[in-house]
């Protein structure tokens, strides 16, 4: 994944820009950076921070930067915001996003110049670098920006600071925001809604899929107007996002509230079930206060996570390290724990290593029943969108392996399909699969349809491809 945020004042921006970029550590995993222009000049800092938060690593450099507009973002991998120097003049750039076709991408700009890239270690291409090298083949930005976004099999969400402006292109099917806000200095850009709050600024826009705007101190200019087909990611309500944001008018907490209620509904569980509800920290608890509500079972921290040095399991590299630290952040309440029955609610199975651990977890400090409610139904497909998940194959998302011993190996397109079927056979034949070999009580997944209905949003506005496989 990875967020943003840029501000555009009469007065300097690096206050905002330091403390608007922090409130995007949830997001990131192991870069940040800062970019800002004023009467010297560009200036920027790049940050490894995978062991150290954000705060700490650029706490010395705002002290030595100055400028009226900015730019600041968390990365999932690569170094960002570049500072680039083209026909277009000189301009800091950052996206979010993902891009599927690099070497095709590479292909063609070889074939149209004679330019070159810094290879990454692992040869990889800082793909922000790839997008600015398709900006920079057109005659403006607005046409490089829409040229680079087409040429792009993925997503990619694109701000770009000029001496002029901060442009502010939202990706073609908004699959994530760009929320703009005011205040009387001037105007903030940002991917989580709350980040501006806390620093004076009220709501003012949302951008529309494949709108680009550029900001400045002064006002706010449309540059392309919004397209009428939108996607934006769901998983943004039931895992990303920070409660207090709101993408598409709809927040986050109350999304996932809801989210659990209908899920109580349909599940019918009561007192005489079940002893209590639980969230598994933190992503999990908006879903269980909703199911808890609802069905009337009492809620309970039966487990704590530790955060204070560990903000997020997935920020190390390596998933064997993200796995044990998910396990070490987890701190028991035995008295909470021993001799219940416990209905566990997580915002998703991905691998589903990390449930089970949590699952045996909770036997060994005393739990006599542990039933699973994941708040999303069972994904199938790697994310081609956002990176949400570090997978390289579908066979690492368990759903998928599980169809993969059911059927005897591979299967088509349309027996897949019958397994994201919640009413058919094969779709609860995976579910007792997965519930034997993880060890549950019992497991069932939200539904396409409760969880859609309790993002609000028409279904047909909404990416559901991990799912689904709909784009």
Request: with cysteine; proline share 5%; hydrophobic share 35%.
């Amino acid at each position: 994944m990875g967020g943003f945020f840029a501000a555009a004042l009469k007065e300097d921006c690096v206050f905002d820009l330091f403390y608007g970029t922090d409130y995007h550590s949830h997001l990131g995993t192991r870069r940040a950076g800062l970019a800002v222009y004023g009467m010297n000049g560009f200036n920027r800092a790049i940050h490894n921070i995978e062991n150290s938060p954000f705060r700490t690593k650029f706490d010395s450099d705002v002290g030595d930067m100055f400028g009226y507009m900015g730019l600041g973002c968390i990365s999932d991998y690569d170094p960002q915001p570049l500072i680039v120097r083209s026909h277009h003049g000189t301009y800091a750039i950052a996206t979010v996003g993902k891009v599927n076709n690099t070497d095709e991408i590479l292909e063609s700009v070889f074939g149209n110049s004679r330019t070159h890239f810094m290879e990454m270690s692992g040869g990889e291409i800082n793909k922000t670098e790839l997008v600015a090298a398709l900006i920079n083949q057109q005659d403006n930005l607005v046409e490089g920006i829409q040229a680079a976004q087409s040429a792009i099999d993925g997503s990619m969400t694109i701000l770009l600071l000029t001496p002029k402006g901060i442009y502010c292109a939202r990706d073609r099917l908004g699959r994530t925001p760009i929320l703009i806000g005011k205040k009387e200095e001037g105007y903030c850009a940002t991917f989580e809604s709350f980040a501006y709050l806390k620093l004076g600024y009220q709501d003012f826009k949302e951008l529309g899929p494949g709108e680009i705007d550029v900001i400045t101190p002064d006002g706010v200019t449309v540059l392309a107007k919004p397209g009428t087909k939108m996607r934006i990611c769901t998983f943004l309500w039931t895992y990303y996002g920070y409660p207090p944001s709101k993408y598409e008018g709809v927040n986050v907490e109350a999304m996932r509230y809801n989210c659990g209620k209908y899920m109580a509904r349909r599940d019918g569980l009561t007192i005489d079930d079940i002893d209590t509800v639980a969230g598994v920290p933190d992503s999990g608890l908006g879903h269980a206060i909703g199911y808890a509500n609802e069905s009337h079972v009492p809620h309970s921290r039966p487990f704590i996570k530790y955060t204070p040095t560990w903000p997020r399991s997935f920020m190390p590299t390596m998933q064997t390290k993200r796995d044990l630290i998910a396990k070490m952040k987890l701190i028991p309440v035995h008295e909470l724990i021993n001799n219940q029955r416990l209905l566990l609610i997580d915002d998703s199975i991905v691998r589903g290593t990390q449930l089970r651990e949590t699952t045996q977890f909770l036997y060994e400090s005393g739990a006599k029943e542990v039933h699973v409610r994941p708040a999303c139904p069972p994904i199938m497909f790697g994310c081609k969108y956002i990176n949400f998940s570090r997978s390289t194959s579908d066979m690492e998302l368990i759903a998928r392996r599980i169809i993969a011993e059911e059927e005897g190996g591979d299967v088509e397109r349309d027996i897949l399909e019958d397994y994201c079927n919640p009413d058919s056979d094969r779709y609860h034949k995976m579910l007792d699969r997965m519930c034997k070999q993880m060890n549950f009580s019992s497991l069932k997944f939200n539904r396409m349809d409760d969880m859609v209905k309790a993002v609000g949003l028409p279904e047909e506005n909404l990416c559901t491809y991990c799912w689904n496989g709909r784009e």
